[in-house]
């Protein structure tokens, strides 16, 4: 527990996360990331979907030409469910 609490901060820089990560790993944590549709169309890296988590910090991203997040929106076609 002492190694955990004296690392623990670390464990919530990104940066140093990814850094840390092998090539496979980057790539497992990109797809999680991006529910596998992260995808690079002129000039730029483009998204539907990321997980809430990192979805703060898009407009920055956006304005700095980083990434574009078009939010997917989620239809409700489902009959919703009903207790009798």
């Known amino acids: 527990f002492k190694i955990l609490e ?8 990104m940066k140093f996360v990814y850094s840390k990560a092998n ?6 944590f990109v797809n999680i990331v991006f529910d596998s549709n992260l995808y690079y169309e002129n000039g730029i ?4 979907t990321m997980m809430d988590l990192f979805s ?5 991203m956006k304005e700095e030409n980083l ?7 989620i ?6 469910f009903s207790g009798e």
């Open 56 to 60: 703060n910090n898009h407009l920055k």
């Open 6 to 13: 004296k690392n623990l901060n670390q464990l919530t820089d």
């Open 75 to 80: 239809l409700n076609d489902r009959i919703p």
């Open 23 to 28: 090539t496979l790993q980057k790539r497992e």
């Open 67 to 73: 990434l574009i997040y078009t939010k997917k929106e």
């Open 45 to 48: 890296y483009r998204t539907p």
